[in-house]
C-alpha cells in the first residue's frame, strides 16, 4: 500500500523534466484508480479458487515490475506502469486482508480489522511521506526512492512465500469477467497512450483490449451454440457474427464524424467511455442460467 502513494510527491520534479500539465497528471491518478477498479472486479474472489499465496505473489512480483518501470520512466507514457500499480494495490487490498483472517481465526476478527486498517492506511500515508522525505533529502529522488522500494519487496516476497496457504481448492477466473477485465484495461492503457503519443503504450493497450475482445467473441460463440436449435446452429451462429461485425463497423463510422466536428483525441475518449461503460455493466449485470 506504501508503494501506491509513493510516486505522487515526485509528480512536480516528472512533470516539468517529461512535458506533461494538469490533465496528464489527473489522467495518471485515474488510470491507477481505474487498475484498483478493475481488479477488485475481477480477481477479487479468485484466491478464494486459487489460493492465498499464488494470488499474493502474484501481485508482489506486478509491484515489483510497475516500480521497475518508474525507474525506467523517461517520458509520461511509461508512467502506465500506475496502472500495473493500481491492479496490484486491488488484489493486495483483498486477497491480504483476507489471509490475515484465515490466519487469525474467527474468534480474533477484530484483531483483524486492526491490523488490516493499519497496513492499508497506515501504507498510504506512509507512501506520501516516504516518497516526500526522498524528493526533499534524497541525492536522486526520481530513482533512489524506487530502489529502496524494491530492495524492501525482497523480504515480502519471501514472506508470502513461507506463509501457509489457508485455500486448497482450485478453479480459475470466470470467463465472464476475464474478457471485460481485458478490454477495460486495454482501452484504458491505449487511451493513456494516444494523449501521451506514447507508441509502446499505445501498442500494449491495443494488445490487451484484443485479448479482451478475443475473450468475449469465444463466449460470445458458445453461448449461441448452446442456445441454438440443433437443427439451426448455422443460422444462429450468422446472426451472432452479424451483430459483432456490425458493432465494428459502428464504432468506426461513429469515429469520423466525431473526428470532422471535435479532434481525434476527443472523439476516441468518447467513444472509449462507451465501450467501458458497456463492458462494465455485462460484468456485473447478473448472467442468465444459460450463459453464465
Do not use: K
Not at 500499480?85 to 481465526?105: E, H, K, N, S, Y
Not at 480474533?108 to 511521506?129: E, F, I, K, P
Request: net charge positive; charged share 10%; aromatic share 8%.
Amino acid at each position: 500500500m506504501l508503494g501506491g502513494t509513493l510516486p505522487i510527491p515526485l509528480y512536480a520534479l516528472r512533470a516539468p523534466r517529461m512535458g506533461f500539465g494538469p490533465f496528464t497528471t489527473t489522467l495518471v491518478f485515474a488510470v491507477y484508480a481505474l487498475g484498483t477498479v478493475l481488479a477488485l472486479m475481477a480477481f477479487a474472489s479468485l484466491s478464494d479458487r486459487v489460493g492465498r499465496r499464488p494470488l499474493l505473489a502474484a501481485a508482489v512480483l506486478a509491484t515489483a515490475t510497475s516500480t521497475a518501470l518508474f525507474l525506467l520512466a523517461d517520458d509520461v507514457g511509461t508512467l502506465a506502469a500506475r496502472f500495473l500499480c493500481g491492479i496490484r494495490t486491488g488484489v493486495f487490498t483483498a486477497t491480504a486482508t483476507a489471509a490475515l483472517g484465515d490466519l487469525a481465526g474467527a474468534e480474533r476478527t477484530r484483531r483483524v480489522s486492526t491490523v488490516s486498517t493499519a497496513a492499508n492506511m497506515g501504507g498510504v500515508g506512509l507512501g506520501t511521506v516516504a516518497g516526500g522525505l526522498f524528493a526533499q533529502y534524497g541525492a536522486n529522488p526520481t530513482h533512489l526512492v524506487f530502489w529502496a522500494y524494491l530492495a524492501g519487496l525482497v523480504p515480502a516476497f519471501l514472506a508470502v512465500i513461507v506463509t501457509p496457504d489457508t485455500v486448497t481448492a482450485r478453479q480459475w477466473i470466470t470467463r465472464r469477467r476475464a474478457a471485460p477485465a481485458f478490454l477495460v484495461a486495454g482501452v484504458a492503457v491505449f487511451e493513456a497512450g494516444l494523449w501521451a503519443r506514447s507508441l509502446p503504450t499505445f501498442a500494449g493497450g491495443t494488445l490487451l483490449a484484443g485479448t479482451g475482445v478475443n475473450l468475449a467473441f469465444r463466449r460470445g460463440v458458445g453461448a449461441a451454440q448452446r442456445l441454438a436449435d440443433p437443427r439451426r446452429t448455422a443460422d444462429r451462429l450468422s446472426t451472432y457474427f452479424l451483430l459483432a461485425y456490425t458493432g465494428t463497423i459502428v464504432l468506426t463510422l461513429a469515429l469520423g464524424p466525431h473526428h470532422q466536428t471535435i479532434n481525434q483525441d476527443v472523439a476516441t475518449l468518447i467513444l472509449a467511455v462507451a465501450v467501458v461503460a458497456t463492458a462494465l455493466a455485462n460484468a456485473l449485470s447478473r448472467p442468465t442460467t444459460a450463459i453464465a
